[in-house]
């Protein structure tokens, strides 16, 4: 290879390196409040979303060049921000603690009456079975249409809409139930 040829060459790389690194970025800024916002949805957990997100967006740029349809970056993303998470829960060792040893007071802070309600809906929603709870999920907090929901999960669209329609039924049941519930030990 001449000089010429090897100038050219480096020029080339450096181009492409550049090329990757403003699409990186572009991914970045428009996409990172929506997959924090879905990373704390499954794990409640400040510290723990935001690395999600982290080692997400690293994954999508060691993967970038394989991204062909930018029309795709955000199921894309939430598609590796899933695995990523799947991920936590195989290296993840839990510690047990015997709850009986535990003053119930310390566990319980002063909230608002509408946090307590969001805390229901959102434990109704984790004791979803997973095939119903991940569409509803990636439909309500983040924002997916049946067929990007289809595409992530590899499912049919009408099975999606028939996992959506009877997730909500279930949710629907269970806060039912807890409402019926509450009112007798009020009453």
Same mark, same amino acid.
């Given at each position: =290879?001449? %000089?010429?040829?090897?100038?050219?060459?480096?020029?080339?790389?450096?181009?492409? =390196?550049?090329?990757?690194?403003?699409?990186?970025?572009?991914?970045?800024?428009?996409?990172?409040?929506?997959?924090?916002?879905?990373?704390?949805?499954?794990?409640?957990?400040?510290?723990?979303?935001?690395?999600?997100?982290? #080692?997400?967006?690293?994954?999508?740029?060691?993967?970038?060049?394989?991204?062909?349809?930018?029309?795709?970056?955000?199921?894309? %993303?939430?598609?590796?921000?899933? &695995?990523?998470?799947?991920?936590?829960?195989?290296?993840?060792?839990? @510690?047990?603690?015997? *709850?009986?040893? +535990?003053?119930?007071?310390?566990?319980?802070?002063?909230?608002?009456?509408?946090?307590?309600? +969001?805390?229901?809906?959102?434990?109704?929603? =984790?004791?979803?079975?997973? #095939?119903?709870?991940?569409?509803?999920?990636?439909?309500?907090?983040?924002?997916?249409?049946?067929?990007?929901?289809?595409? *992530?999960?590899?499912?049919?669209?009408?099975?999606? =809409?028939? &996992?959506?329609?009877?997730?909500?039924?279930?949710?629907?049941?269970?806060? #039912?139930? @807890?409402?019926?519930?509450?009112?007798?030990? @009020?009453?």
């Amino acid at each position: =290879m001449t %000089l010429f040829g090897k100038k050219n060459a480096n020029a080339s790389v450096l181009s492409n =390196m550049a090329d990757k690194q403003k699409r990186y970025e572009a991914l970045v800024k428009a996409y990172h409040t929506e997959l924090y916002r879905y990373a704390y949805w499954l794990c409640h957990d400040p510290t723990i979303a935001e690395d999600l997100v982290q #080692e997400a967006f690293l994954r999508a740029w060691k993967a970038l060049d394989s991204l062909k349809e930018e029309g795709a970056a955000k199921s894309w %993303l939430i598609t590796i921000l899933r &695995r990523e998470n799947a991920r936590r829960f195989e290296r993840k060792q839990f @510690n047990y603690v015997d *709850m009986e040893h +535990q003053p119930l007071e310390d566990c319980i802070s002063a909230t608002t009456e509408e946090q307590i309600e +969001q805390q229901l809906i959102r434990k109704q929603i =984790m004791q979803l079975p997973e #095939e119903y709870r991940e569409p509803l999920v990636l439909q309500v907090v983040a924002g997916f249409s049946g067929d990007e929901i289809a595409d *992530m999960l590899s499912l049919n669209k009408n099975t999606v =809409m028939t &996992r959506l329609f009877r997730a909500r039924n279930q949710l629907k049941e269970a806060l #039912e139930v @807890n409402k019926e519930l509450k009112g007798q030990s @009020n009453g």
